[in-house]
């Protein structure tokens, strides 16, 4: 049984850089052939994929958000790491991450995080 945890700050200020950790247990990232990503849900709207990281560790960002997007993972803590930088109350939701390649569309997802709110406010 796989399992995703999502941690992150709760809050974080407009201009600084959200962090969230997905914590993978019962299998590893790494495997073949698996794709893990980052989803976001803002309040009242729908689900807008973020990026991923591959198990062969490449990544892959949605165009809206490249250039302020980073994925990276840490093996040794089976953790996937997403870090959006120059926040603004726009990027305020619920972030999930989930193991699926978007290609195939985000309901093929075979399993999904909890989700951990993100509000960004001064």
């Known amino acids: 049984q796989v399992q995703l945890q999502e941690s992150g700050p709760g809050l974080v200020k407009p201009s600084q850089t959200l962090s969230v950790t997905c914590t993978v247990s019962?299998?590893?990232?790494?495997?073949?052939?698996?794709?893990w990503s980052w989803i976001r849900q803002p309040p009242g709207k729908g689900l807008e994929w973020i990026g991923y990281?591959?198990?062969?560790?490449?990544?892959y960002y949605s165009p809206s958000l490249k250039s302020r997007t980073s994925i990276s993972w840490d093996t040794s803590k089976n953790q996937v790491i997403l870090q959006l930088r120059s926040v603004t109350p726009e990027d305020t939701g619920v972030y999930y991450c989930?193991?699926?390649?978007?290609?195939?569309?985000?309901?093929?997802?075979?399993?999904w995080g909890q989700g951990t709110q993100v509000t960004v406010s001064s």
């Open positions: 990281i591959a198990y062969h560790g490449s990544t």
């Open positions: 019962g299998g590893s990232i790494t495997a073949n052939y698996y794709y």
């Open positions: 989930a193991r699926v390649d978007p290609h195939y569309g985000l309901g093929s997802a075979d399993y």
